[in-house]
């Protein structure tokens, strides 16, 4: 039988976070009841259920050709599932190309074995513009190919592939880099960011902020905005224009199983951005940004909005490139807390850092409850744990953040340029930080570590010595 679906307003999410905080509160920090907060968070993340229907594509007129658009066939079916109280919108085998798909409530679009789905490389399938987040400030702009707003219990699913046919000939070049084919004589985003971060500052209503056509900034991948119970399950994605998987004022979200091969500009991963309850577990990240990054909106305009990234989990993954394997910010001006990092692997040449902090007094919020255990590293080429005030702006603005309670524990590796690379500001000097039974081999330069109140290294060892905390400088 349907059930009668309400949508999830931003008043809806505000509540419901405040109450989830105050009843969190701040986690002690003591590692082990940090810890065991863990079993209570991972209580409340249930990935929807469906029922037992399935709306094969085909049936409404898809047809596995590289040339026909299926974009009508999929929204038909979508919307005939939805209607009858949800179920399966299927891709079967074959390869389908298709410009956006808009999920709607109860609605798990799986992707079948054997099954490609390829977006159009065409823009204008990917209008008319919709309610968004760029880059941690909300506007109006292309769709992401797969998109849901106010939506509940949605999903995509199977063990089928999501090409974006994104490269160095579309989507990539709106960057303006010719390593990703840009150029002088080519569109780029460079006048469309300004803009979009100008109207951020001055608090422009976001349905005035109008930035589709003729903006250049790239879609994201998939992104749910404003949704309760998402499930991503089992896909592989290649080829992204930008972020990949981007959950954005989201609750009760499980990320499984995924596959996100993406190396181009700002392909991230998973990028959770002010939303709660969140799991990514059993995935390869393979990307040419950072293989998770947690966001909470950028500057003014994450301060509007005003709502954390919190009780966030992340487990038995492993990355390969990337900028950071666990990274949290820039864009964490609304504020991150309650993220478990455990058991995955590290390895790359092209992995730049192991956990990742960043952030600066232009962003302001708050980082704070960090943990991560039992992490096996190859190699990395720059820090193993790496907090820096200074990204980008550094220290230019009247919003200092706070950066306190990180941990590691268990964690080893084999080869950094450093292990510890750590800067706060003398105002604002980082608080807190302790590693544990921690080992990091062929470690080539010392440790940075400017303005840290409070680094604590109990049986850390570095190129086969123990380590003692240095001085901070500042």
């Not at 159009?120 to 998109?147: K, N």
């Not at 976001?206 to 003729?214: A, M, N």
């Not at 590693?435 to 470690?443: I, M």
């Amino acid at each position: 039988m349907a059930s009668t679906m309400r949508l999830v307003t931003r008043r809806d999410f505000l509540r419901s976070a405040a109450l989830a905080s105050a009843a969190l509160a701040l986690l002690p920090a003591q590692p082990a009841a940090a810890w065991g907060q863990v079993p209570e968070i991972l209580g409340r993340i249930r990935p929807p259920v469906f029922p037992g229907r399935d709306f094969n594509i085909v049936n409404y007129g898809a047809a596995p050709d590289a040339s026909r658009d299926c974009s009508g066939a999929i929204r038909q079916a979508i919307a005939l599932c939805s209607q009858a109280g949800g179920g399966r919108v299927v891709v079967p085998a074959g390869e389908f190309l298709t410009g956006a798909v808009h999920l709607r409530n109860n609605v798990n679009l799986h992707l079948s074995e054997g099954a490609t789905l390829r977006f159009s490389t065409d823009p204008g399938l990917y209008l008319p513009a919709v309610y968004t987040r760029w880059e941690g400030v909300e506007c109006m702009s292309y769709s992401a190919f797969i998109y849901a707003f106010e939506q509940e219990n949605v999903a995509v699913t199977g063990t089928g592939t999501l090409d974006g046919q994104a490269g160095p000939e579309h989507w990539w070049p709106w960057t303006g880099s010719p390593a990703y084919g840009g150029g002088p004589d080519k569109p780029n985003a460079m006048a469309g960011r300004r803009r979009l971060f100008e109207m951020g500052e001055n608090d422009v209503p976001v349905r005035e902020r109008l930035l589709g056509e003729g903006s250049w900034l790239r879609p994201n991948f998939i992104q749910f905005y404003r949704c309760r119970n998402v499930l991503v399950d089992g896909i592989s994605l290649r080829n992204s224009p930008m972020w990949q998987i981007h959950p954005v004022l989201c609750t009760n979200v499980t990320v499984r199983g995924v596959t996100a091969m993406s190396h181009g500009p700002n392909n991230d991963g998973c990028n959770p951005e002010s939303s709660r309850d969140v799991l990514i577990e059993d995935c390869l990240l393979d990307t040419g940004d950072d293989c998770i990054a947690i966001k909470s909106g950028r500057n003014r305009d994450g301060r509007r909005i005003d709502v954390p990234s919190e009780n966030i989990i992340v487990r038995n993954c492993r990355m390969k490139d990337g900028h950071g394997g666990v990274t949290i910010g820039s864009e964490a001006s609304g504020g991150v807390r309650n993220v478990f990092a455990e058991n995955c692997r590290m390895d790359s040449p092209a992995l730049d850092r192991v956990l990742r902090l960043k952030t600066n007094s232009v962003r302001g919020g708050f980082i704070e409850n960090v943990f991560m255990r039992h992490v096996t590293v190859g190699q990395v080429a720059d820090a193993v744990l790496s907090v820096d005030l200074y990204y980008e702006e550094g220290d230019a603005g009247k919003f200092p953040p706070v950066v306190r309670n990180i941990e590691m524990t268990g964690v080893t590796s084999q080869k950094s340029k450093y292990a510890l690379y750590l800067r706060g500001y003398r105002q604002d000097p980082l608080r807190d930080i302790r590693l544990g039974q921690c080992s990091f081999e062929n470690v080539a330069n010392d440790d940075v570590i400017e303005n840290v109140e409070g680094l604590t290294l109990d049986r850390v060892t570095v190129n086969g010595q123990v380590r003692r905390p240095q001085p901070s400088k500042g």
